[in-house]
């Protein structure tokens, strides 16, 4: 089955498509968008009738991405799933490879914007000035399939469109939180990593901290006396650091990066005990265990993590 917008877009000359079509083309685009966002939340996505599309556009100041998640994703990460989530990382990725601004300074230099865009999807901003809308129709759709070829079980295709068929982007904002997984592919991104690829993410994670800076109160966490609940607060400010709250997780043996000597083995047996509490979710993959922070549970874990407090439940000592 062909993709009705990438056959009117086609018919109407592209990001040259003039001012009638573009009524036309926005209706296209929510369908297009209403119909990635069910097959995102499916086993398999657009691998039936027609693949999950993103649609870019340049307006001169700004590489805008329209993509089929919730607007709500600047302020909740936890609004779309792991396979969504992905697709959104590719979109960054290719964003910032496209745009080249380079590796970021610290946390004030990261740039990805986000709001509501067409049909109440999310609409990603980032700037490129110099980014024409034909570069941006030639090379915007390699980069996209550079970034998201390796997701499984997803087939997707970004399209650029007339940045006036995505609306008005003047309402894009910084994504809520130091540590939003929007910010944290961005700076994996301009690290020279890859977003959507949980592998190089892990291998980008101490460049990635020290850009985003750590939360506050690391010093005690590092300094508290009992070490079962040091290395708890550890993990946890790590994991939090990286914005690992289920769009991102890491290999449960990851949780003892960091530590040395005995404290590696009791890194282990404090990330069981962070599960069986529920603070830590798992993610069962191919012949390994993934863990995230529990969303549910991030007043107890921001606790545990700035103050010391345990919540209930949680046995870090094995009584």
């Known amino acids: 089955m062909s993709e009705p917008l990438a056959d009117e877009l086609a018919g109407a000359g592209g990001v040259g498509a003039p001012p009638s ?24 996505s657009g691998t039936r009738e027609r693949p999950v599309l993103v649609a870019l556009a340049a307006d001169g100041d700004r590489l805008l991405a329209a993509v089929p998640v919730p607007a709500s994703l600047h302020a909740d990460a936890e609004a779309v799933g792991e396979r969504a989530w992905l697709l959104v990382a590719a ?40 980014l024409e809308p034909s570069a941006l129709e030639e090379l915007g759709p390699l980069a996209f399939e550079d970034h998201a070829a390796g997701i499984d079980r997803l087939r997707a295709r970004a399209l650029a469109v007339p940045a006036v068929v995505l609306g008005d982007a003047a309402g894009l904002r910084d994504p809520i939180g130091a540590a939003h997984p929007l910010r944290i592919a961005e700076a994996v991104a301009r690290l020279g990593g890859r ?8 291998a980008h994670e101490d460049a990635v901290l020290a850009v985003v800076g750590a939360r506050a109160g690391p010093a005690r966490a590092h300094d ?25 997780h890491t290999d449960f043996t990851h949780l003892a990066r960091g530590f040395a000597g005995n404290d590696r083995q009791l890194a282990a047996e404090v990330g069981e005990a962070l599960l ?43 009584k």
């Open 21 to 44: 079509a573009t009524a036309r083309l926005r209706d296209l685009l929510a369908d297009a968008l209403r119909y990635g966002e069910r097959e995102l939340a499916g086993k398999r």
């Open 91 to 130: 979109v960054v990725g290719a964003a910032v490879d496209l745009a080249e601004p380079g590796p970021p300074a610290g946390p004030d230099a990261l740039a990805v914007r986000a709001g509501e865009g067409p049909s109440g999807h999310a609409l990603l901003g980032y700037p490129a000035p110099g």
């Open 195 to 202: 977003p959507a690829d949980e592998t190089s993410v892990e």
């Open 224 to 248: 508290d006396p009992d070490p079962a609940r040091r290395v708890a607060r550890r993990i946890l400010q790590r994991l939090d650091g990286m914005g690992k709250w289920g769009g991102y």
């Open 276 to 318: 069986a509490a529920g603070l830590l979710a798992e993610k069962p993959s191919v012949g390994q265990r993934h863990v995230f922070l529990n969303p549910r549970r991030a007043g107890d874990i921001r606790r545990l993590i700035e103050t010391g407090e345990p919540p209930s439940g949680l046995s870090l000592h094995g």
